[in-house]
């Protein structure tokens, strides 16, 4: 949500990093990963795979 990712913003991250292993369910993990991909405040630049299943990354991007 927007205070999260305010949150993160104000403690000087840079990016985001979402791992699967840590959902209920694959599709609770989906239903984030839509909601961040709709964002315009965060830039997907990669997906891969761990020993515990999917990680995607997110670059935060700077205020306006």
């Known amino acids: ?7 993160l ?3 000087g991250a840079e990016y ?3 791992h ?7 599709a609770v993990f989906a239903e984030v ?4 991909e709709s ?6 630049v990669t997906a891969s795979e761990d ?3 999917v990680v ?3 670059r935060l991007e700077r205020e306006p």
């Open 16 to 18: 985001l990093l979402v």
């Open 1 to 7: 949500d927007d205070q999260a990712i305010a949150a």
């Open 20 to 26: 699967a292993q840590y959902f209920p369910t694959p």
């Open 9 to 11: 913003r104000n403690a």
């Open 51 to 53: 020993e515990g299943g």
């Open 56 to 58: 995607r990354v997110y």
């Open 39 to 44: 964002r315009t405040d965060l830039t997907p």
């Open 33 to 36: 990963v839509l909601a961040l």
